[in-house]
C-alpha cells in the first residue's frame, strides 16, 4: 500500500511519462479511494494541460543579436581586465627590478654633488643615468603596448607572471649578498 507522499511522485511521474505499468496501476487504485490524491491529480491534470496548450511566444526581434552583444561586450571587459592586470604586475615588477640599481646611482649622485673631488666624474655618472633611464623608458613602452599587440592575453600574463617571480628571486640574490657580506679587516 503506496502512501499519499509515494503517489504524489508517481503523478509526477505520469505526467513526464516516465512511468511503468505496475507504478500506474498502483496509482489508479490509490486514486480509486483517497479523495485528497484525487483532487491533487485533477489540479496536476489541469495546469500541466495549460502548458501544453498555451502558445510559445516569439522572442522580441533582435533578442538574440542584442544577447549576444552583450556577451562579447562581458567578453571584451573580461579581457581588458586582463590585461590591466598583466600591465600593472609587469610594471610593478619593473620597478621593483630597476628600484635597488636606481637608488645606488641616487646614492653616487650625491656622493658627487657633496664631495668636489668626484665632480669630475659627474659627467660619466650623467651619461650612465640617462643610459638607464633610456632603458627604463623602452622596457616601459615595450610594457604598455604589449597588451595591444596580436599575440594572445594569457601568453602576456604568462610572460608578467614569469617576469614577476623572476624579479622576486633578483631581490632575494641581492638582499641575500649584501646581507650576508661581512667585510674581512685584518684577515680577522
Same mark, same amino acid.
Given at each position: ?14 505526467? @513526464? =511519462?516516465?512511468? @511503468? ?16 490524491? %484525487? ?12 502548458? #501544453? @496548450?498555451? $502558445?510559445?511566444?516569439?522572442? $522580441?526581434?533582435? +533578442?538574440? @543579436? ?5 556577451? !562579447?561586450? %562581458? =567578453?571584451?571587459?573580461? =579581457? ?9 604586475? #609587469?610594471?610593478?615588477?619593473?620597478? !621593483?627590478?630597476? /628600484?635597488?640599481? #636606481?637608488? %645606488? ?5 650625491? =656622493? ?5 673631488? /668626484? ?13 638607464? !633611464? ?13 597588451? +595591444? ?17 623572476? #624579479? ?21
Amino acid at each position: 500500500m503506496a502512501s499519499c507522499q509515494d503517489i504524489g511522485l508517481l503523478m509526477s511521474l505520469v505526467l @513526464d =511519462q516516465s512511468l @511503468d505499468e505496475s507504478e500506474a496501476r498502483s496509482l489508479e487504485e490509490h486514486l480509486s479511494r483517497c479523495s485528497t490524491c %484525487r483532487q491533487e491529480w485533477e489540479a496536476m491534470q489541469r495546469i500541466s494541460r495549460f502548458f #501544453t @496548450d498555451a $502558445p510559445l511566444m516569439e522572442p $522580441p526581434p533582435g +533578442f538574440a @543579436d542584442r544577447v549576444m552583444q552583450r556577451l !562579447a561586450r %562581458r =567578453q571584451a571587459r573580461r =579581457q581588458g581586465l586582463l590585461a590591466g592586470a598583466a600591465l600593472l604586475v #609587469t610594471c610593478l615588477s619593473l620597478v !621593483a627590478l630597476a /628600484l635597488p640599481e #636606481t637608488v %645606488r646611482w641616487l646614492a653616487m649622485l650625491w =656622493q658627487v654633488f657633496t664631495e668636489p673631488s /668626484l665632480l669630475s666624474h659627474g659627467a660619466k655618472l650623467v651619461a650612465q643615468l640617462l643610459g638607464l !633611464a633610456e632603458s627604463l623608458a623602452r622596457a616601459c613602452w615595450l610594457i604598455t603596448t604589449a597588451p +595591444f599587440s596580436s599575440f594572445d592575453r594569457p601568453v602576456l600574463l604568462g610572460y608578467s607572471f614569469l617576469v614577476l617571480v623572476l #624579479t622576486v628571486l633578483w631581490i632575494r640574490l641581492v638582499v641575500g649578498s649584501r646581507v650576508g657580506y661581512k667585510p674581512v679587516i685584518n684577515n680577522v
